[in-house]
């Protein structure tokens, strides 16, 4: 296994614990919603302390391809956000037209982040393959 870049070790040190207050935020804005009924800008404000942590990874992956130097490094990070991109702006495509037409439950938004998320990892490690 090749060693990691310096920007690879600074967007690991700056994922991991952002992504550690994101699973917080979770459950945290769950517990409270389920053991009591808040209410006006303490519910709005407890509905969006997940997703504070999630916009933060999205600026921290940019500053990864802004810090790192290997530019084949950087365009296998773009050509798998790439990929990213377009797997889940089709699913989204393909999810909504089925629920369109009530052939599928209704999903919250928020999966789609989280299937973005599946998908570059899925295609960062395609990539990883076919670049060996």
Known sequence: MR????????YHRRLFPVAGLYVV????????????????AVAVALAMLPAIPMLAMIGIVGLYLKD???????MRVVQALLWAIGLTL?????????????VVARLSL????VGFCVAFGFCSCLLALRYR
Do not use: K, M, Q
Not at 3 to 10: F, Q, T, Y
Not at 110 to 113: A, D, G, N, S
């Open 90 to 102: 089709a699913g989204c495509t393909v999810w909504g037209f089925l629920d369109n037409y009530d």
């Open 68 to 74: 790192e130097s290997d530019e084949f490094l950087r």
């Open 3 to 10: 060693p990691r870049s310096p920007a690879e070790r600074r």
């Open 25 to 40: 935020g979770i459950f945290a804005a769950t517990w409270v919603f389920r053991h009591g009924r808040p209410e006006g």
């Open 110 to 113: 928020f999966y789609v982040v």
